[in-house]
């Protein structure tokens, strides 16, 4: 059963950092694009910023120069540089991936459990 498991939230003071990090685990065949997303309190879930299996990168113009995403391909990881921060990043943040598991036809979304960044004095 394939997993992702984020890690690498928590409180930080605005203008801090955190890096997050989440790994694929389990049966997995190929992954194609990984990305991060937000969901702040009464809010919709929104992307954050996303990568190619190839390497390119795009990043919502809310974060972009602040933010930056990264993966290693050879340990199924994706993580995401957030510097710079301010209070309105805090949200919960998700890791998505397009997934190929093993013995399957095809790709299907997966979604990590979330991990909460909160971002305050």
């Known amino acids: 059963q394939v997993q992702l498991v984020e890690s690498g939230g928590g409180l930080v003071q605005p203008g801090g950092s955190l890096r997050l990090t989440c790994v694929a685990s389990?049966?997995?065949?190929?992954?194609?694009?990984m990305a991060w997303y937000c969901q702040a309190p009464g809010k919709q879930r929104e992307l954050v910023a996303d990568i190619s299996r190839s390497g390119r990168p795009t990043i919502t113009d809310s974060v972009k120069g602040r933010f930056t995403i990264s993966r290693d391909s050879d340990k199924n990881t994706v993580y995401l540089q957030m510097n710079s921060l301010k209070p309105e990043d805090t949200a919960v943040y998700y890791c998505?991936?397009?997934?190929?598991?093993?013995?399957?036809?095809?790709?299907?979304?997966?979604w990590g459990q979330g991990t909460q960044v909160t971002v305050s004095s």
């Open positions: 389990d049966r997995i065949f190929n992954i194609y694009t």
């Open positions: 998505n991936a397009d997934i190929v598991g093993v013995g399957t036809p095809g790709s299907r979304a997966y």
